[in-house]
């Protein structure tokens, strides 16, 4: 069974640009999480999608921060204007329980963002 | 609040001692899981163990093993012999049953063993 996919794995750009990352879920699995990781640190969580609808948003700078997951299976995530703080880690993971508590979260490689 | 505490920021052992790795949660929620992840040098974060608030027994899976009390509010984990392969970020996550059930990680404890 594939994992999750994101790419790019990597992403340099200058502050006030904009980037975008995509993540595609475990096959089946309805529900899919963004994370941030700042070096350091453990994961945060942005945003938690069920299908195709936002359950959790709470922690997204909804600012600069946008995401959105068509048809209920690819998801992108975008920042706009980037800052020098948003260099991280971007993690993507997905589940396969109707957010039940007893739900395992897999996750992908991430994406790592410099922002300079 | 829900927390997890991981005090432990790096620890360095030789091949072949056993480690734990300590972590420490609070959560009012009488229903919560707590999981352990793995993150390589390749930055994946690779899912160890998910154990249950009323499942105390401990668990022990080849080398791994964890032992949770919930008088304590801990959930440790230890490798025993350990192996230059098992140099990684360990991470502890709560998962309670409020908030959507998201995971609230430990800041991690950076493990090297070397040869």
């Known amino acids: 069974e594939a994992g999750v996919a994101q790419s790019p794995r990597y992403k340099i750009i200058e502050k006030r640009q904009s980037v975008a990352f995509w993540c595609n879920p475990i096959?089946?699995?309805?529900?899919l999480y963004w994370y941030q990781q700042i070096l350091g640190q453990g994961p945060k969580l942005l945003i938690q999608f069920q299908n195709n609808g936002v359950v959790d948003d709470s922690q997204l700078p909804k600012d600069r921060f946008s995401a959105e997951r068509l048809k209920g299976v690819d998801s992108t995530l975008k920042i706009q204007p980037a800052k020098l703080e948003d260099s991280a880690v971007y993690l993507c993971a997905s589940s396969s329980v109707l957010a039940g508590p007893a739900d395992t979260q897999y996750f992908g490689p991430g994406t790592r963002l410099t922002v300079l | 609040a829900q927390k997890v505490t991981q005090a432990q920021t790096e620890i360095s052992v030789v091949e072949k001692e056993d480690v734990t790795l300590d972590c420490v949660y609070e959560t009012r929620d009488t229903t919560y899981y707590l999981f352990w992840y793995k993150q390589p040098p390749s930055g994946e974060l690779v899912f160890l163990i998910r154990?249950?608030?009323?499942?105390?027994q401990n668990e022990i899976s080849g080398r791994y093993s964890w032992n949770f009390q919930k008088s304590t509010s801990s959930f440790n984990f230890t490798i025993t012999a350990s192996q230059v392969v098992d140099s990684a970020v360990y991470f502890c996550a709560l998962r309670f049953s409020g908030g959507y059930n998201k995971l609230i990680f430990g800041a991690g404890t950076r493990l090297a063993v070397h040869p």
């Open positions: 096959s089946g699995h309805a529900t």
């Open positions: 154990r249950n608030s009323f499942d105390e």
